[in-house]
């Protein structure tokens, strides 16, 4: 069930003209509702976008999607993971942004409202989303609670890769740099349990100091691999 009381569910897919930013943790809830609400339409008036990486092309197809008036007098765009938007593609958006067609409905979900760049984020509205409470996920401690910022699905794909992390933990597995972000979130996790705290923030202090002064991030890298090699 979505966090969004249904009232604004409606109002969103019914009457907002000014495109729309659902900004948080659990976005997927928020979609399903505005999908739901939405219903079923042509597809010729719908249209979703989503990527690991959404660049100029990505732009270029809401574009060409918006350039004909729809039959039914509404068209829905839904930028899934607006977060992959590169800042050109971003820069791209804003003219559709700031004049879309008085038939056209944008939704733009994220996860962070920080990702957008500031001229994005002055043409959309705002619509926070919360973060999960820590009961609700029955995390197993704080820290796993800080690792998934507060949501379900991170929460979940963290979980996964624990198997991972402890085998990379034990010298079992090697590390990749193609590894993503929730393999190293649950690295991070499982060396912040078996770590003594003092020893861990000596290491976290000279990796902030390696940060701070050495460019090479290929180095700095392979600086924070080397804090998990370490664990005996």
């Known amino acids: 069930m979505s966090d ?28 399903e509702a505005i999908r739901e609400k939405i219903g079923r339409v042509s597809p010729q008036d719908l249209l979703e976008v989503q ?45 559709t942004l700031e004049e879309p067609p008085r038939y056209a409905r944008i939704f733009m979900f994220c996860q962070r409202w920080s990702n957008l760049l500031s001229t994005v984020r002055s043409r959309v509205v705002n619509v926070p ?28 794909q963290l979980r996964r890769n624990y198997d991972w992390a402890s085998q990379v933990l034990n010298g079992d597995l090697l590390f990749s740099k193609e590894m993503d972000s929730y393999k190293l979130a649950a690295f991070y996790f499982l060396l912040i349990e078996r770590k003594a705290p003092t020893d861990l923030l000596r290491e976290m202090l000279e990796l902030e100091s390696a940060m701070t002064f050495n460019v090479n991030t290929e180095m700095i890298f392979d600086r924070i691999l080397m804090t ?4 005996t």
């Open 4 to 31: 969004l009381p249904s009232s604004l569910v409606y109002s969103l897919v019914t009457r907002m003209s000014a495109p729309v930013a659902l900004v948080g943790p659990d976005w997927q809830e928020a979609y």
């Open 51 to 95: 990527g690991e990486t959404l660049g100029i092309d990505a732009v270029r197809t809401i574009e060409e999607f918006l350039a004909f008036v729809p039959g039914s007098g509404v068209k829905y765009v839904l930028v899934l993971g607006a977060d992959n938007l590169t800042p050109e593609a971003q820069n791209a958006f804003l003219k």
């Open 129 to 156: 989303l919360p973060a999960k409470p820590r009961t609700e996920l029955q995390t197993k401690s704080a820290w796993e609670y800080l690792m998934s910022s507060g949501s379900k699905n991170v929460l979940e």
């Open 228 to 231: 998990g090699v370490k664990v």
